[in-house]
């Protein structure tokens, strides 16, 4: 089988979806999608990338980020997921006396025949990035993004979901993460 080998030029941003194990609704909780978005910010402040966007919906994600070095995305993404993952297990764990802790964990415990040192999988393996070239496309990721709460039935418009980069870029709001603008 070949291994398709990821190319990132110097100042090209990176549109990335990832998904949580199973499909699982982990990040409909508010706790959980805080805690995802508290890894997130500290990890840019200590690797000082660019996320210009972003939503988080309960199943998966979305990022557009400008990676520096351009060829970090991996070890971004994989830092991101292990850390995220660590925190989250665990909040599930020591929640296990409430039944949505319960049936998350069980849905993300990894099946026997899964020989590593973990027992739990909070995200799929692979996440997808693809190269963003022009301004049209940013703008089209953006929108892709932004209306995907409203595609998948949680809000009426994209204002409504505070967990994306709309709120910044259309009502000068702030929000809970902050983002660079290549306007």
């Not at 060829?71 to 949505?100: F, G, V």
């Not at 415990?109 to 027992?119: A, E, F, Q």
């Not at 070239?133 to 932004?146: A, E, P």
Request: glycine letters at 4%; a positive charge; one cysteine or more.
């Amino acid at each position: 089988m070949s291994v398709s080998r990821r190319y990132s030029a110097p100042g090209q941003l990176q549109f990335i979806a990832s998904s949580v194990y199973r499909r699982l609704e982990v990040f409909d909780s508010p706790r959980l999608r805080g805690v995802f978005v508290d890894v997130l910010r500290q990890l840019r402040q200590e690797k000082g990338f660019l996320l210009i966007g972003r939503v988080l919906i309960p199943e998966h994600l979305h990022l557009l980020i400008k990676p520096e070095p351009a060829d970090s995305t991996s070890s971004l993404m994989r830092e991101l997921k292990k850390r995220s993952a660590q925190e989250i297990i665990s909040i599930l764990s020591e929640n296990q006396r409430y039944a949505w802790c319960r049936r998350m964990l069980t849905g993300l415990r990894l099946p026997p025949s899964v020989h590593c040192d973990w027992y739990y999988r909070l995200w799929q393996r692979r996440f997808y990035p693809y190269g963003v070239y022009s301004d049209k496309k940013r703008l089209g990721k953006l929108n892709y993004m932004h209306n995907n709460p409203v595609k998948r039935g949680l809000v009426r418009s994209p204002e409504q979901w505070p967990w994306s980069s709309y709120r910044f870029y259309y009502l000068n709001d702030p929000p809970l993460l902050s983002m660079e603008s290549l306007a």
